[in-house]
């Protein structure tokens, strides 16, 4: 057992975004009191960060899609499902202000966020505060949630940095496409470190999966990466500097033809196997996960739209057929090294009494920050409660996700996520002949073992309770 913390306390969000905002119904929802800490206010001083327009809490300041609400096939719909089922603010708002959008969860954004905040401030719980936290919370504060996003401010940036020794300072974030390991065609690919060096895997090759291009491929891919189109930075990200060890590939290949030859695809100390010879480029790609589902495209950090981006990377021979779980992006970003700073239930190793949710964590999008905001809520109650917190099964969208960011992400490579299919435990499920089951099928029982966890964690939760 936990030894309870002094319940006169209140538990302490700093942060009133998606994540703040599920966080603190959670915690008030389990009979504790809380106080949200949010900066953003329009009456008397204005004070808005560079992205919000209004004061209202849960605002929505890019679009308003939810992405897929499919719970079979996809796996941020999943989670939508597994937060309806946990008892989501953010989802419950989400439902009663839904706009046509097919397959996809859309909302009216000023309803939505209306709804969040006339609902928490309606509860007896639950305090509002307009403040900013400029610096790290004071000692007294025993139990606090900052879910502050990617907008952190500088001063309580710096405070994170002096505990964890980290780089957490906004700049242009570099995030290189990932792909799901089965969509690559290993009878062109091959496992090789360069020079042979590395940790043998897979029957005889090593660390790297690597995808060769002849002088012509290499020529016509870096053609199209010139011809590509970019996206813009927001406005206010112009004024950042590039991260110098981070340039974006079409800016490497405007350098010259045979920069990025020599750059990240360099070929030297790799030699195809089915030729025997050094070909002319390579695209390597590393292990993202733990489990061995995603792989990094090393080197491949870009400002290509994400249209251009599956085209061109699929000119790459063995990624004709690939499958992305995230694609690439620079933006100015602040984010922690979740796996190597936070323990599984998202406190800060070296400040246990501080927990992170939301973007901050290295998560992406609106459903995953509002989600980790939902099991950082239900840590703190169950501390407050004096009892261990229970974490949600791996095998579950929430404790898929929630594995990636606490130590299931290679700290050294570690990048913003989307919930994706590759983020869950391998399933070994087969056909009536016997044959393991692929693509969309595969989807579907992976969804099917998730729900049943997650009802059979929840029942138990409930009893323990």
């Known amino acids: 057992m936990v030894p309870p913390m002094s319940i006169e306390k209140p538990i302490h969000i700093v942060g009133g975004g998606l994540a703040g905002s599920e966080a603190a119904w959670q915690i008030a929802e389990a009979g504790w009191p809380v106080v949200i800490h949010e900066m953003r206010r329009t009456g008397g001083e204005v004070r808005l960060t560079d992205a919000h327009k209004t004061e209202t809490l849960a605002e929505l300041v890019c679009s308003n899609s939810f992405r897929s609400d499919d719970a079979d096939y996809n796996a941020v719909g999943l989670l939508h499902a597994e937060m309806r089922r946990c008892g989501s603010l953010i989802m419950r708002a989400a439902d009663a202000h839904r706009v046509p959008a097919g397959s996809a969860l859309a909302v009216d954004r000023d309803g939505f966020a209306d709804a969040v905040q006339k609902t928490l401030l309606a509860h007896p719980k639950v305090t509002l505060v307009r403040d900013e936290v400029t610096s790290l919370p004071p000692e007294d504060w025993d139990s606090v949630i900052i879910a502050?996003?990617?907008?952190?401010?500088?001063?309580?940036?710096?405070?994170?940095?002096?505990?964890?020794?980290?780089?957490?300072?906004?700049f242009f974030d570099a995030i290189a496409p990932i792909v799901h390991r089965e969509s690559i065609n290993m009878d062109i690919a091959w496992f090789q470190s360069r020079y042979d060096k590395g940790a043998e895997v897979e029957g005889g090759g090593a660390d790297y999966i690597n995808c060769p291009l002849t002088k012509a491929q290499y020529e016509s891919f870096v053609d199209e990466l010139r011809r590509g189109d970019k996206t813009e930075f927001k406005q206010w990200e112009k004024d950042t500097p590039y991260f110098d060890g981070c340039l974006p590939i079409e800016v490497m290949a405007e350098r010259g033809v045979e920069t990025l030859a020599f750059g990240p695809m360099k070929p030297i100390g790799l030699r195809d196997p089915r030729t025997g010879h050094r070909p002319h480029a390579v695209v390597q790609l590393r292990q993202d996960n733990a489990l061995g589902t995603l792989f990094n495209m090393v080197g491949f950090q870009t400002k290509l739209k994400h249209g251009d981006q599956v085209r061109i990377f699929r000119m790459i021979p063995g990624l004709e057929g690939a499958?992305?779980?995230?694609?690439?992006?620079?933006?100015?970003?602040?984010?922690?090294?979740?796996?190597?700073?936070?323990?599984?239930?998202?406190?800060?190793?070296?400040?246990?009494?501080?927990?992170?949710?939301?973007?901050?964590?290295?998560?992406?999008?609106?459903?995953?920050?509002?989600?980790?905001?939902?099991?950082?809520?239900?840590?703190?109650?169950?501390?407050?409660?004096?009892?261990?917190?229970?974490?949600?099964?791996?095998?579950?969208?929430?404790?898929?996700?929630?594995?990636?960011?606490?130590?299931?992400?290679?700290?050294?490579?570690?990048?913003?996520?989307?919930?994706?299919?590759g983020l869950f435990p391998d399933l070994d499920a087969r056909d009536p002949k016997g044959r393991p089951i692929r693509g969309r099928d595969r989807k579907k029982a992976v969804a099917e073992r998730a729900r049943a966890d997650l009802d059979a964690w929840l029942g138990e939760k409930l009893a323990a309770e």
Not at 399 to 414: K, P, R, S, V
């Open 148 to 170: 502050t996003g990617p907008l952190t401010s500088p001063g309580l940036s710096a405070g994170i940095r002096s505990v964890t020794g980290e780089d957490a300072l906004a």
């Open 323 to 421: 499958e992305f779980a995230r694609l690439g992006g620079i933006h100015r970003n602040t984010f922690i090294n979740a796996p190597r700073l936070l323990d599984t239930t998202l406190r800060l190793k070296a400040m246990p009494r501080l927990r992170f949710a939301g973007q901050i964590t290295g998560c992406e999008g609106y459903v995953e920050s509002a989600a980790v905001g939902l099991m950082a809520g239900h840590f703190a109650a169950a501390e407050r409660r004096g009892a261990a917190p229970a974490l949600p099964p791996p095998t579950t969208a929430l404790g898929a996700l929630l594995g990636h960011i606490t130590g299931g992400a290679d700290a050294t490579t570690y990048q913003p996520m989307n919930i994706n299919f």
